[in-house]
T-cell receptor
Framework: DAGVTQSPTHLIKTRGQQVTLRCSPK?????VSWYQQALGQGPQFIFQ???????QRGNFPDRFSGHQFPNYSSELNVNALLLGDSALYLC????????????FGPGTRLTVL | QKEVEQNSGPLSVPEGAIASLNCTYS??????FFWYRQYSGKSPELIMS????GDKEDGRFTAQLNKASQYVSLLIRDSQPSDSATYLC???????????FGSGTRLQVQP
């Protein structure tokens, strides 16, 4: 039973560039949430996708956007990268209809130079 | 702005002792509560969830919830060096999908 997978593992970009991160949810899950975790902090909610629509959004600027595909996988796009966007980006999946237990993937470490 | 507060630690306990990790939250409509364990350089791993007042036990872990006091705790019995990690408390507000996390408590179990 495959867990949540994310790609790439690590990424280095320069300021102003754009990045796309990818996530495949755990088998049987159809809801995907994205979180940003800065060093020494807890994860911060970016947004959640269910049925290919953004269902809730956290306090992140419009430079952060996402998409969910019919197979439930998801992408996180960040435009006009800033140094402060350097963080671990985590994808979490949860079962259909569940607002509760969320299971995290291994994360993508993004470094912006 | 709802907040989840945790002591950053480190909390140091000897092997075999009980580790007690605490979390307070500011939002009275929070409904669901979770403890995640995060090893250095890894992603958070869900270890406990609790939804109603009282205690919930799972192996060596016990989660305790007191909604009146807006307090949730995690007890780890017979602590092992492999339990050394950062423990994140997360809460979910009624009707909302997002989890709000504390900054975590670093636990060190001394052999």
């Amino acid at each position: 039973d495959a867990g949540v997978t994310q790609s790439p593992t690590h990424l280095i970009k320069t300021r102003g560039q754009q990045v796309t991160l990818r996530c495949s949810p755990k088998s049987g899950h159809d809801t995907v949430s994205w979180y940003q975790q800065a060093l020494g902090q807890g994860p911060q909610f970016i947004f959640q996708y269910y049925e290919e629509e953004e269902r809730q959004r956290g306090n992140f600027p419009d430079r952060f956007s996402g998409h969910q595909f019919p197979n439930y996988s998801s992408e996180l796009n960040v435009n006009a990268l800033l140094l402060g966007d350097s963080a671990l980006y985590l994808c979490a999946s949860s079962p259909s209809g569940s607002y509760n237990e969320q299971f995290f993937g291994p994360g993508t470490r993004l470094t912006v130079l | 702005q709802k907040e989840v507060e945790q002591n950053s630690g480190p909390l140091s306990v000897p092997e075999g002792a009980i580790a007690s990790l605490n979390c307070t939250y500011s939002d009275r409509v929070s409904q669901s509560f979770f403890w995640y364990r995060q090893y250095s350089g890894k992603s958070p791993e869900l270890i406990m969830s609790i939804y109603s007042n009282g205690d919930k036990e799972d192996g060596r872990f016990t989660a305790q919830l007191n909604k009146a006091s807006q307090y949730v705790s995690l007890l780890i019995r017979d602590s092992q060096p492999s339990d050394s990690a950062t423990y994140l408390c997360a809460v979910r507000e009624t009707g909302r999908r997002a989890l709000t996390f504390g900054s975590g408590t670093r636990l060190q179990v001394q052999p």
